[in-house]
């Protein structure tokens, strides 16, 4: 079984402060991990992927995660934040050798202040 | 390249009634997936095709739900009849093939209000 936890529900930062939005994870078997972006009335956006390569995964508009099999978590960061980063944040895990059976987070929603 | 095509964009019906949701998968794209995503909740998976051929339906209610993907491209998902709880976005996600490691791309969804 798999499942995934996003620690905060909601994070409000400042325009052009860092971002962390954080994300721990549960799995038996080696774990894909996502971050899916999703703005208000559209689908989901990939941001980024970890599939078991480097540790830290830099994906799109300046966001990057560190996945920890330690601390079991895939944080995801940007140094500064933009206002159009305004978005609600899916973490989510998948079982790297299954069908593709993706388990997301709760959802955490990002607020950028002018 | 276009994107996972859904329709319609917005629904609203009455409880009992039916409604029909339909979607078109990002060419070549050999799995589909259909998810609903409840208010203020990530989504959850209803069902997974590769091909036309079911992968996973372990959480769809079938009393109420069905879905089917004739010949292996466009998929339709019917809730017939709806409850209050089944307001939801139905979003809409193809990859090109199945496995943990694939991402998927999404519709913009159909969001659905039950009266």
């Known amino acids: 079984a798999q499942s995934v936890t996003q620690l905060d529900s909601h994070v409000s930062v400042s325009e052009g402060t860092p971002v962390l939005l954080r994300c721990n994870y549960s799995?038996?078997?080696?774990?894909?991990l996502f971050w899916y972006v999703q703005h208000p009335n559209k689908g989901l956006q990939l941001l980024l992927k970890y599939t078991s390569a480097a540790t830290l995964v830099k994906g799109i508009n300046g966001f990057e995660a560190e996945f920890k099999k330690s601390e079991t978590s895939f944080h995801l960061t940007k140094p500064s934040a933009h206002m159009s980063d305004a978005a609600e944040y899916f973490c989510?895990?998948?079982?790297?050798?299954?069908?593709?059976?993706?388990?997301f987070g709760a959802g955490t929603r990002l607020t950028v202040k002018p | 390249e276009a994107g996972v095509a859904q329709s319609p964009r917005y629904k609203i019906i009455e409880k009992r009634q039916s409604v029909a949701f339909w979607c078109n998968p990002i060419?070549?794209?050999?799995?589909l997936y259909w998810y609903q995503q409840i208010l203020g909740q990530g989504p959850k998976l209803l069902i997974q095709?590769?091909?036309?051929?079911?992968?996973?339906d372990s959480q769809l209610p079938k009393d109420r739900f069905s879905a089917e993907r004739l010949k292996g491209v466009d998929s339709t998902l019917k809730i017939q009849p709806a409850k209050l709880e089944d307001s939801a976005v139905y979003l809409c996600?193809?990859?090109?093939?199945?496995?943990?490691?694939?991402?998927?791309?999404f519709g913009d969804g159909t969001r659905l209000s039950i009266l």
């Open positions: 996600a193809s990859s090109p093939r199945t496995g943990g490691n694939q991402p998927q791309h």
């Open positions: 989510v895990v998948s079982q790297a050798g299954g069908y593709n059976d993706m388990r």
């Open positions: 095709f590769q091909n036309n051929g079911v992968v996973d």
């Open positions: 060419s070549g794209h050999a799995t």
């Open positions: 799995s038996s078997y080696s774990p894909s």
